[in-house]
């Protein structure tokens, strides 16, 4: 089949398609799901994807009632997509209607982890993985992973099991970064070290998320996610960038913080929820301390 028949095909189809299609393709166009462009059936050599992630990698389809008598049929597609280094996800029409949070957590994981096939379920513990240990936990449903090779975050992620809160910290420039990036972001130089703060800072803006992405989330909602600009790099390099972190604000108890109590100008500092001996979460906290600036909220 040509690429031309292969388009009018796409468009023969794009008119015949089911609820469940129809409901996924709400979410996914437009960038609307993660930022990420998808396409609607599109052409791939022969085959007609019926989602697609051209820059992922990821194709996503959905299949009806008569699985059974595709099962051939979708196996030699999954081959040739896989052939041409794509991921291939597969879901039931019924899966999408009833089960749609569901659906976009596991399009949510194969966006983040391109390798194909995810990583084996674990509880709390270390797991060997391409010859390395990590620390691994279950939060909510999900599986956090520090792999021991994740240059970035694994010190980070040591530090903060000791309670301890760490920014990369440029030799040259001296000013530290987050998240922990390879190069500084102000002058572009590689050396670097660790540098611990105190966790203490401004609340710099803040969301409140009224609709889980994550099913762990759901009982959480409405619940706040706020921008913290740290105290020791307060307005450098300029006051547009300072050295600012994004996390839950929790009450003392790591419950999200009530909606009335979050304010763009106060006070908070970090608070470490321990999820098992080898994982700490650093999220944040209000503190009674006067603020500097007049303080702001969404009303
Ligand atoms: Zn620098």
């Known amino acids: 089949m040509g690429a031309g028949k292969s388009r009018d095909r796409a468009r023969q189809l794009r008119r015949d398609e089911t609820d469940a299609e129809r409901k996924l393709w709400a979410r996914l166009r437009n960038r609307r799901f993660a930022g990420v462009k998808f396409r609607r059936q599109h052409p791939i050599g022969p085959f007609i994807a019926d989602f697609c992630c051209v820059e992922c990698r990821l194709v996503v ?63 709390e513990g270390e797991l060997a993985l391409r010859g390395g240990r990590m620390a691994s936990v279950e939060y909510r449903g999900m599986n956090l992973i520090v792999p021991e090779n994740d240059s970035e975050w694994k010190e980070y992620f040591e530090a903060a099991r000791a309670h301890r809160l760490v920014m990369r ?38 969301e409140i998320v ?3 992405i994550q099913p762990g989330f759901r009982d959480w909602t409405p619940y706040p996610v706020v921008l913290v600009e740290l105290d020791e790099q307060r307005g450098r390099p300029t006051a547009d960038e300072g050295l600012r972190m994004i996390a839950n604000l929790v009450t003392p108890d790591f419950t999200p913080e009530r909606e009335a109590n979050v304010a763009i100008g106060k ?22 301390e006067p603020h500097e600036s007049r303080l702001w909220q969404f009303a």
């Open 61 to 123: 389809e959905l299949d009806g009632g008569q699985h059974a008598t595709r099962t051939e049929s979708d196996q030699r597609r999954t081959e040739f997509l896989g052939g041409q280094g794509y991921r291939v996800l597969r879901f039931w029409d019924n899966e999408v209607m009833n089960e749609f949070d569901a659906v976009l957590e596991r399009i949510v994981e194969a966006l983040r982890d391109p390798h194909p096939g995810p990583l084996p379920a674990q509880g």
């Open 267 to 288: 006070r908070v500092r970090v608070a470490f929820q321990d999820l098992s001996s080898e994982l700490a979460l650093p999220q944040f906290t209000l503190v009674d």
């Open 210 to 212: 009224v609709q889980a």
């Open 169 to 206: 910290a440029c030799a040259p420039c001296g000013l530290m970064r987050y998240p922990p990036t390879r190069a500084c972001p102000w002058c572009t130089a590689l050396e670097w070290r660790w540098q611990e703060v105190s966790g203490r800072g401004t609340i710099y803006s803040y």
